[in-house]
């Protein structure tokens, strides 16, 4: 059978829900199986008008029954929180099932011409018995599968929407994180660069080049999900220097940055907000000693990122916790790394009395893996 053939008998089986048809139809002869333990037997039953009259039965009415549940008492009564009507309305559904399944045992009979309880040797001869032993546990069992299967689908459902709206919320602030500077970081910048122009014009010109190639980078090299990390690191050093200009001369600065990265990407502004947010922890004391120091380590395709920064965290003035440059806090990083990042890292975050800490582990993922995806894609 042809690809183009089979994806047609896919379509067709689909739009008109035929596969329901037949996973009861399997799913009843598997049951019909198992209880006669006979599956020669089965085959035979089915094949006359008595046995298929009985086949049809438990397959038209647990379907029948199994469905309303589904899609009529769980949306208006299980989803909207109403348990005690639910429940009643399941087990009252159950029971006519059962019922009517009890019923259509006798018609069997007649059809067979014979009595239902000779037929099939039912003791004692009462239809109690047909409905407690035959009926009445394949349809808890047809009940209990059919909501099994639908509450699994919709809860794997929620999560993928859950899931969807987070990524498109974080996409959304990333864009406005990639679209704007912070206007006090902008403005200080700026008339940092300018104070230097007269008393070092060379490093007024080398900020100059680092602010311009920070904002080039915000603005067009982070397009993709994820980006070389070389790239990205080399956005931290000049941001870092970047910041480091309007502070007082009581500050000192310390990196341990990888100066040579190939082929491993991360995702664009993972670790920046850290950073931001250490330069926002500085004790605006003048009187006290400032210093925030980076060690960035590569450990195969795992990336070690450990920030510490000094803090005075009675005196200095604090904006509520998760609060950064661009709007992206640190609530905002942990949700973008547990989507973007899965069981692929680990973040401790330590405030202690002098000191700010953050350190996380990452793993990476290789260029080419990268470019795979976007040719599968």
């Known amino acids: 059978m042809s690809t183009n053939t089979l994806m047609s008998v896919l379509a067709f089986l689909e739009r008109y829900k035929i596969h329901h048809i037949l996973f009861w139809a399997g799913y009843h002869f598997t049951w019909w199986t198992i209880f006669s333990g006979n599956v020669t037997e089965v085959f035979e039953s089915v094949t006359k008008p008595h046995g298929i009259v009985k ?42 099932m059962t019922a009517l399944i009890t019923a259509n045992y006798f018609v069997v009979g ?46 794997v459902d929620s999560q993928k929407r859950q899931q969807t709206l987070e990524k498109e919320k974080l996409e959304t602030e990333l864009k406005f994180l990639k679209s704007q500077f912070n206007p006090h970081f902008l403005f200080n910048t700026i008339n940092s660069i300018f104070v230097l ?51 007082n001369q009581n500050f000192e600065l310390k990196t341990d940055v990888p100066k040579v990265v190939e082929g491993l990407t991360i995702a664009p502004f993972i670790l920046i907000p850290f950073i931001e947010n250490a330069f926002k922890h500085l004790s605006e004391d003048r009187k006290l000693k ?44 942990k949700r973008r790394l547990v989507i973007i990042y899965p069981d692929e890292h680990t973040l401790v975050v330590t405030k202690g009395k002098d000191t700010h800490t953050v350190k996380l582990q990452l793993k ?14």
């Not at 199994?66 to 009252?92: E, H, W």
């Not at 990476?364 to 894609?377: P, R, S, Y």
């Open 55 to 96: 086949y049809l039965g438990y397959v038209v009415y647990q379907a029948l029954g199994v469905y309303f549940c589904l899609y009529v008492l769980i949306p208006r009564f299980l989803q909207k929180g109403r348990y005690v009507l639910f429940l009643t309305f399941t087990l009252s559904t159950i029971l006519a």
């Open 110 to 155: 007649a059809v067979a011409n014979i009595s239902v309880y000779d037929l099939y040797d039912f003791s004692p001869r009462s239809p109690l018995t047909i409905f407690k032993h035959n009926a009445l546990p394949s349809c808890v069992a047809a009940m209990t599968l059919g909501m099994s299967i639908k509450l699994t689908k919709n809860w």
């Open 197 to 247: 122009i007269n008393k070092n014009p060379e490093m007024a010109s080398e900020s100059l080049i680092k602010f311009s190639s920070l904002l080039r980078y915000q603005l067009y090299e982070c397009n993709s999900p994820k980006i070389p990390l070389k790239n990205e690191l080399a956005y931290i050093e000049s941001f870092m220097e970047l910041e480091s200009l309007r502070q």
């Open 290 to 333: 400032k210093w925030i120091s980076l060690d960035i380590q590569l450990q195969g395709d795992e990336l070690v990122f450990e920030l510490i920064n000094s803090a005075n965290f009675e005196l200095r003035h604090t904006l509520p916790e998760g609060v950064v440059y661009g709007g992206l806090g640190l609530r905002n990083v």
């Open 364 to 377: 990476l993922q290789k260029e080419i893996q990268e470019a795979l995806k976007k040719v599968g894609g």
